[in-house]
Antibody, heavy 120, light 110 residues
Framework: QVQLQESGPGLVKPSQTLSLTCTVSGGSIRSSSYYWSWIRQPAGKGLEWIGRIYASGSTIYNPSLKSRVTISVDTSKNHFSLKLSSVTAADTAVYFC????????????WGQGTLVTVSS | QSVLTQPPSASGTPGQRVTISCSGDTSNIGSNTISWYQQLPGTAPKLLIYDNNQRPSGVPDRFSGSKSGTSASLAISGLQSEDEADYYCAAWDDSLNGWVFGGGTKLTVL
């Protein structure tokens, strides 16, 4: 059973870059047919998809965040990462990593989530 | 403002059947399949339904999904107290080229 675990600083200052890593265990990130995503959820609000990466490095980003987002993958460490630049208080949220096999099969595995607060 | 529209709340008594709706448009629900997620307080969302009406292994058959045109619904029969959670619908959006979600429905078991 694959497991995903987010890690990174819980506090980021305004205008700085938020950096998170999602470590995959119980399976290889190189595994064919899986897409690895980041999703966030502000407190008391709904889910927002940030973007996804394939093991090859191919990425797609949410157009609303595209200018500030970079998702990368390190297959040797079996993890993928999120960088969100020029953060503001509006970026305060719980950040989840997740994977999906196909848009038919939905987001089948999720990390537990990590809270990132943007504050000086 | 979420791309998919869900009612903010729903409720029912134990044993009852409740349904939660999800409305979209031709670029998302109208073109692609829908999935549903259950989020218990303080936890990550869990896949409940995929491909409109398929249940992952371990999800009770009390949960069922359907889709028609640009709308979908989640039905929960034999409501139990443990079903009290937030429920989200999601679909791939061909215009945005990404996943879009509903705003979530908070289900209360009275």
């Amino acid at each position: 059973q694959v497991q995903l675990q987010e890690s990174g600083p819980g506090l980021v200052k305004p205008s700085q870059t938020l950096s998170l890593t999602c470590t995959v265990s119980g399976g290889s990130i190189r595994s064919s047919s899986y897409y690895w995503s980041w999703i966030r959820q502000p407190a008391g609000k709904g889910l927002e998809w940030i973007g996804r990466i394939y093991a090859s490095g191919s990425t797609i980003y949410n157009p609303s965040l595209k200018s500030r987002v970079t998702i990368s993958v390190d297959t040797s460490k079996n993890h993928f990462s999120l960088k969100l630049s020029s953060v503001t208080a509006a970026d305060t949220a719980v950040y989840f990593c997740a994977r999906y096999n196909d848009i038919l099969t939905g987001l089948s595995s999720w990390g537990q989530g990590t809270l990132v607060t943007v504050s000086s | 403002q979420s791309v998919l529209t869900q009612p903010p709340s729903a409720s029912g008594t134990p044993g009852q059947r409740v349904t939660i709706s999800c409305s979209g448009d031709t670029s998302n629900i109208g073109s692609n399949t829908i999935s549903w997620y259950q989020q218990l307080p303080g936890t990550a969302p869990k896949l409940l339904i995929y491909d409109n009406n398929q249940r992952p292994s371990g999800v009770p058959d009390r949960f069922s999904g359907s889709k028609s045109g640009t709308s979908a619904s989640l039905a929960i029969s034999g409501l139990q107290s443990e079903d009290e959670a937030d429920y989200y619908c999601a679909a791939w959006d061909d215009s945005l080229n990404g996943w879009v979600f509903g705003g979530g429905t908070k289900l209360t078991v009275l």
